[in-house]
């Protein structure tokens, strides 16, 4: 059995130290939840400032031992931590941990409807099964950039439904998010996501090589 089903509950394991000139951790903790078909596991990012230690952010993910199966679920960062690459640091230690663990079956919860989140994991070869989705899924979301300010996250809807139902969602209202047509001035989309569909690693190797890429950043 690996260990992450040996995991006790309730109980934090720093799985990685001295990070951001020694003072970052992260650890990893395992919950029972009656409402969820498997436990959950959660990673967090700490710091010790001033003698005092502050989760920075968390992700969670699910494991099914008989698939080999790591399912992410879900992010957060605290809003004075924002932008300081903790989201990737997270995905990492997530990917890091379930290769070392024997589970290299991996992939996201079809619920997953953070359009940036799903644009982050692309970079670690997460992909879509069928590529047509992105044609025919009235979910689909562009990711763009305007004017080369990377300030704000820009987005473009197909859909006017979509667009509306997102103006009101809690992800629109406590993230930078800004919704631009993907035809004004200035506008360049560099990427699109499904919402609403499960995403799958393609590529071990390109995967592990950007886990690298980001520890190096945060070492």
């Known amino acids: 059995m690996s260990f992450l089903e040996n995991l006790p509950y309730k109980t934090n394991f720093t799985i990685k130290d001295k990070l951001k000139n020694k ?9 029972f939840c009656e409402s ?16 005092e230690t502050n989760q920075q952010g968390f992700l ?12 992410f679920v879900g992010v957060g960062i605290s809003e004075e931590y924002r932008n300081l690459g903790l989201a990737s640091l997270l995905i990492s230690s997530w990917i890091d941990l379930s290769f ?10 079809a619920k997953q409807r953070k359009p940036f ?15 047509n989705t992105y044609l025919t899924s009235d979910k689909t979301v562009h990711i ?10 820009y987005i473009s809807f197909n859909s006017i439904q979509e667009e509306r139902r997102f103006k009101t969602s809690n992800i629109m209202k ?3 998010y800004e919704i631009v047509s993907k035809d004004d001035d200035g506008i360049e989309i560099i990427d699109s996501v499904a919402l609403y569909s499960p995403y799958y690693l393609q590529d071990k190797d390109a995967s592990y090589q950007k886990v690298l890429e980001t520890y190096k950043k945060h070492l």
């Not at 989140?117 to 590529?131: D, G, I, Q, W």
Request: proline share 1%; glycine share 2%; hydrophobic share 20%.
């Open 117 to 131: 989140l799903l644009h982050m994991l692309k970079k670690y070869s997460f992909e879509l099964n069928n590529l």
């Open 23 to 31: 003072k970052q951790s992260i650890t990893i903790s395992r919950y």
């Open 60 to 71: 969670y993910f699910y494991l099914n031992p008989n698939k080999k199966e790591s399912k």
């Open 144 to 153: 763009c950039k305007k004017n080369n300010n990377y300030n704000h996250k």
């Open 174 to 176: 406590t993230d930078n």
């Open 100 to 109: 070392n663990d024997g589970f290299t079956n991996l992939n996201t919860n």
């Open 36 to 51: 969820d078909k498997y436990d959950r596991y959660y990673l967090r990012t700490c710091l010790k400032e001033n003698n």
